[in-house]
């Protein structure tokens, strides 16, 4: 099954740029692979959160808890990385 898809003219420049430079031969091609790496940072980053998740929830267990204070900072860091990956992506 086909999917018919609009690009943006930014978007469609890339695809130009990297089929000119020899690297993909369609622009199918280079979608597919971007959409695979892309899927597969994806997993990657939830499998990691999901190890991060467990690691936390293994540490309440043992009762090593934080203080609020703890926590507002750890949630400001993790933003900013949050955002930082956004960015970058």
Known sequence: ?????TLSPELEA?????LESG??????EYVADAIQ???????????????????????????????EQQVRQEMREMKAQWAKARSAA
């Open 1 to 5: 099954m086909g999917m018919t898809i």
């Open 14 to 18: 890339v695809v130009r740029r990297e």
């Open 23 to 28: 690297r993909y031969e369609t622009a199918e």
């Open 37 to 67: 790496d892309l899927h597969e940072r994806l997993e990657e980053t939830l499998e990691e959160e999901r190890e991060q998740l467990d690691a936390s929830i293994a540490e309440a267990d043992r009762g090593e808890v934080a203080d």
